[in-house]
């Protein structure tokens, strides 16, 4: 099954050459393409993509509003941030709206097409140095007093399913590694949701990336 793509940024040149890249790859299928937020949440509707590759700043409406409304709606395609801002307001914002990926547009072309296919499975993808500004902003808040260091009420060995499920571990594997039961797995893991408040596995490995318990390597 081909991955549908909707390409979404306000410079006609940047969509033309993510497009060429894009074809380069046989998995990947450009369903339509926008210049703002507003014609994402218009095509998104009509063309049903798979996975939207979403500029932050567009005249009209921003990405970050554009992100948030699509998410708001209950809306099912994975939002992949490529911009040329590296800033960290810029990732968290989008990250917060629901984004599922940050890729600045300094990126290499293969870690481009390589994103697109992580998020389009349902996982998480940031660049090293993204991921490395989200945990240095977390130790840094934590230093200065604003954000506890805690796990929120997560067990010892819940903090290791979590990280194993982070790492896009199986429950097989994660109950070999730690020499428990599968359904000791499955309790584990749901009690991580309830304490958390969380629902995806998206949603946990950003929790698992903000805390520190991912180390990404360059």
């Not at 940024?9 to 890249?21: E, F, K």
């Amino acid at each position: 099954m081909p991955i549908n793509v909707l390409i979404i940024d306000d410079h006609a040149v940047v969509r033309a050459g993510i497009r060429m890249l894009l074809e380069s790859d046989p998995d990947l299928y450009i369903v339509g393409e926008g210049e703002n937020g507003q014609e994402a949440l218009r095509l998104m509707e009509e063309l049903q993509p798979d996975v939207i590759l979403m500029d932050v700043t567009m005249p009209v409406m921003d990405g970050v509003e554009a992100t948030r409304q699509i998410k708001s709606r209950g809306a099912s395609p994975a939002i992949l941030a490529l911009t040329i801002h590296e800033g960290p307001d810029y990732f968290f914002q989008m990250l917060q709206a629901g984004a599922s990926g940050y890729v600045p547009k300094r990126a290499a072309p293969e870690e481009l097409l390589h994103a697109i296919h992580v998020i389009a499975e349902g996982n998480v993808f940031l660049e090293p140095t993204v991921a490395k500004d989200l945990v240095a902003d977390y130790l840094t808040r934590v230093r200065d007093g604003s954000e506890r260091d805690s796990y929120d009420g997560l067990t010892e060995r819940e903090r290791e399913v979590l990280t194993l499920i982070a790492e896009d571990e199986t429950n097989q594997k994660i109950a070999n590694q730690l020499n428990i039961s599968v359904k000791t797995v499955e309790r584990h893991r749901e009690n991580i949701m309830g304490k958390l408040n969380l629902h995806t596995r998206t949603e946990l490995v950003k929790y698992a990336i903000r805390k520190g318990l991912i180390t990404l390597d360059d």
